[in-house]
């Protein structure tokens, strides 16, 4: 009898837990526009940068703002304003996160700052590279924290947009940050193998 009521509290705890709440999931960024959505690695390499930008996100800080600057071939940058005092609206500044294997391509989602000396970047200041052929000379010169894996039309989309003389788009691109959580099958389901980043 001993045995049957052991076996039977097995049997109940094993089937207590699901495969799907074994699965380990992984943070990714989410931005959505009226062009669409992108979704983005965030590089373990760049824990700095990594912990804001999950920070902010989750307290919807970009939520209200846009894309206001916009470069065909060059980026799509969006946060606080670039203005001629620097990011005087940037709720901290960040000490630059530099690393080798992470350069400037396609996609890459990037830390603005200002021109100050010791390189750092703007909490609230990112970019998204348009050049097909990557940006080299900003490469250890300002943080990339990201890679887009998804929604590299809309990337396109947003970078052709009309826009002023000031880089601006003529209608406002709105964000909608979030972070979400994807597991290592989401992930592939997306084209993206870990490791690879």
Known sequence: MKKQVLFFFILLISSCSS????????????????????LFW??????????SFITLANENYWDTLTFNRVIDG???QGGCPDTEEGFSDSPYLLEPEFTPNLKH????????????LEKLSAGCQFYIVHDREGIAR??????????????LDVLHAIATVDTDSLDAPF???????????????????YNYELGKE
């Open 171 to 189: 209608e406002p691109v709105s964000l909608d940050i979030n972070i979400i959580s994807l597991t290592e099958e989401e992930l592939r389901g």
């Open 19 to 38: 495969p799907e709440e074994a699965k380990e999931t992984y943070q990714v960024g989410q931005i959505i526009t009226p062009k669409g959505e992108m």
């Open 42 to 51: 965030l590089h373990d390499e760049t824990p700095i940068h990594k912990k």
């Open 74 to 76: 060059f980026v799509i």
């Open 138 to 151: 900003l490469d250890s010169n300002y943080t990339i924290f990201g890679q887009v894996f998804k929604g």
């Open 105 to 116: 391509i396609y996609g890459a989602v990037g830390a603005g700052r200002d021109g100050n």
